[in-house]
């Protein structure tokens, strides 16, 4: 261990450890709700800096929770999913549509191999029953 100018054993340098990428932090309705009831319970001055400063959070956050809080108390303050909103009309119309694009395809593909199996009994002299397929019977 080396020492000080003093002469007494130096603390050991912590070690730092840089992140690469900082993780967002997510705070559960049931946290967001103890801090609310703590702040609104301070009756000090000084009181909520030191809270926020202990937990690490800012007071933008606070007002934030508490307009959360007046939407309704744990669906409010659920953490919600960032990004797009998406409309689940417009998910199933795309889903229906590459669906439909799908079995037009096959569609296709089946009228080529009717017409195909059609030209070979031709040629062959086979007679061809033909059925319409929306003929019931």
């Known amino acids: 261990m080396s020492q000080d100018t003093n002469g007494r054993a130096a603390e050991p340098m912590p070690e730092t ?13 049931e946290y967001k709700l103890r801090i609310l009831r703590e702040i609104a319970a301070s009756k000090g001055s000084g009181e909520v ?24 108390s744990l669906e ?10 998406t409309d689940p ?4 119309l795309a889903r229906l549509q590459r669906e439909n694009e799908r079995l037009r395809e096959r569609l296709k593909q089946a009228e080529l191999i009717i017409d195909v199996q059609k030209k070979v009994a031709q040629m062959l002299g086979v007679p061809i029953e ?8």
């Open 89 to 92: 009309r417009a998910s199933e």
């Open 49 to 72: 800096g030191a809270l926020l400063r202990r937990e690490g959070l800012y007071s933008s956050l606070i007002s934030k929770w508490r307009q959360q809080r007046e939407r309704g």
């Open 17 to 29: 450890e840089v992140v690469v990428k900082a993780k967002r932090r997510q705070y559960t309705a």
């Open 130 to 137: 033909e059925t319409r397929l929306d003929d019931p019977g």
């Open 76 to 85: 409010g303050l659920s953490p919600q999913k960032r990004g797009p909103k």
